[in-house]
């Protein structure tokens, strides 16, 4: 049973720090690029920031220079770190996993980030 669990959201000021966690289990976690997406009310599920298996990131323009995304191979988990949060960055944020060579993929059932103002 494949599975993507988030965690760490919640609510935090304008300003303030968050750390997103998702924790694969079912599958090969070292060789699937691993990313997070985040789904604000109203719009288009984006794409906030990918790690490939080799280790190579990439961002949103509008998170970049502010959220870092990370992983430990060892513990099956991937990592955003979230600074300078701001409420625009409000959303339900989903952990997205997709084996190299494939085409399908994987969603958690997400996490909720409010950040107030």
């Known amino acids: 049973q494949v599975q993507l669990v988030e965690s760490g959201g919640g609510l935090v000021q304008a300003g303030g720090s968050l750390r997103l966690s998702c924790a694969a289990s079912?599958?090969?976690?070292?060789?699937?690029?691993m990313g997070w997406y985040r789904q604000i009310p109203g719009k288009q599920r984006e794409l906030v920031a990918v790690?490939?298996?080799?280790?190579?990131?990439n961002y949103a323009d509008s998170v970049r220079g502010r959220f870092t995304i990370s992983r430990d191979n060892a513990k099956n988990t991937v990592y955003l770190q979230m600074n300078s949060l701001k409420p625009e960055d409000t959303a339900v944020y989903y952990c997205?996993?997709?084996?190299?060579?494939?085409?399908?993929?994987?969603w958690g059932r997400g996490t909720q980030v409010t950040v107030s103002s």
């Open positions: 997205n996993g997709r084996p190299d060579g494939q085409t399908y993929y994987y």
């Open positions: 079912g599958i090969i976690f070292s060789i699937y690029a």
């Open positions: 790690i490939t298996s080799g280790g190579s990131t």
